[in-house]
Nanobody, 116 residues
Framework: VQLVESGGGLGEAGGSLRLSCTYSPRDFAINIMGWYYQVPGKQREWVAEIGDGGMTNYADSVKGRFAIPGKNAQETVYLEMNTLKPADTGVYYC???????????WGQGTQVTVAS
């Protein structure tokens, strides 16, 4: 399974960015798509996820600011990042989990930098 992320870059505090993650092959059995972020010297942290039925969950730190609007037909998942804070700065990784294979797959990461 290959995951390709895009959409990172430089944002301003209070502004917005949108990340995208596309997985292939399209017919691979993926049940949960999630986003994590990592800063140097710290462990990767869970940010948000969307499950098969479209149910979403968010870390308290991003609840009300970030949203996953759902997968489109091309098996792309977005992370809409609003009301950005400098603390959101980090490398964001997309993760796909398959219940059938009991395996997780990661993207290469995309850098998000929020200027104050």
């Amino acid at each position: 399974v290959q995951l390709v992320e895009s959409g990172g870059g430089l944002g301003e505090a209070g502004g917005s960015l949108r990340l995208s993650c596309t997985y292939s092959p399209r017919d691979f059995a993926i049940n949960i798509m999630g986003w994590y972020y990592q800063v140097p010297g710290k462990q990767r942290e869970w940010v948000a996820e969307i499950g098969d039925g479209g149910m979403t969950n968010y870390a308290d730190s991003v609840k009300g600011r970030f949203a996953i609007p759902g997968k489109n037909a091309q098996e792309t998942v977005y992370l809409e990042m609003n009301t950005l804070k400098p603390a959101d700065t980090g490398v964001y990784y997309c993760r796909a989990y398959s219940n059938f294979w009991q395996a997780a797959f990661w993207g290469q990461g995309t850098q998000v930098t929020v200027a104050s």
